[in-house]
């Protein structure tokens, strides 16, 4: 053997291995790229579900604060329509009381009228009634 062929057959062997030190090298980044990028998906994955549970539970609280407010609003309308109808019967009952208020003036004046027909007619039969004990005192005088 030769010494150049030595000298070639040891470049050609460091470069070969070297060759394999750099192909062990890029399957070790290669390997941990994918171990981290592995890792980066799961952790991905893990925060896309929390993300989307609590999605869901803010959902399931709105929809139930939206059935809450639907219903609140039912109870107001129906609360509102009472408070109407009890409005109108109040508007009711205060025409009744005045209709009921001015019969009852009425009625007083007609008793006044009437009290003053009764005082003139219990005026009259005194009157009448001292008339007649004088004339019933006249007609025995005039008898006798």
């Known amino acids: ?10 470049s050609r062997f460091n470069f070969l291995i ?3 030190v750099l192909k062990n090298r890029i399957l070790v980044i290669l390997a941990t790229l994918s171990v981290v990028f592995f890792f980066g998906t799961l952790s991905s994955c893990s925060n896309a579900i929390r993300q989307k549970a609590a999605r869901d539970k803010e959902m399931a609280a709105r929809f139930a604060l939206e059935e809450k407010t639907s ?9 509102e329509e009472k408070a109407k109808a009890k409005e109108n019967q109040v508007e009711e009952l205060k025409l009744s009381l005045e209709t009921v208020k001015k ?4 009625d007083q004046l007609v008793n006044q009228g009437l009290k003053e027909e009764l005082q003139k007619v219990t005026k009259l039969k005194e009157a009448l009634e001292v008339e007649l004990r004088q004339a019933l005192i006249d007609g025995k005088k005039t008898k006798k």
């Not at 053997?1 to 040891?10: F, H, T």
């Not at 219903?71 to 609360?79: F, G, I, P, R």
């Open 1 to 10: 053997m030769n010494p150049k062929n030595l000298k070639r057959i040891s």
């Open 18 to 20: 070297m060759d394999e």
């Open 71 to 79: 219903k609140y609003v039912q109870e107001k309308t129906a609360l």
């Open 103 to 106: 019969d009852l003036v009425q």
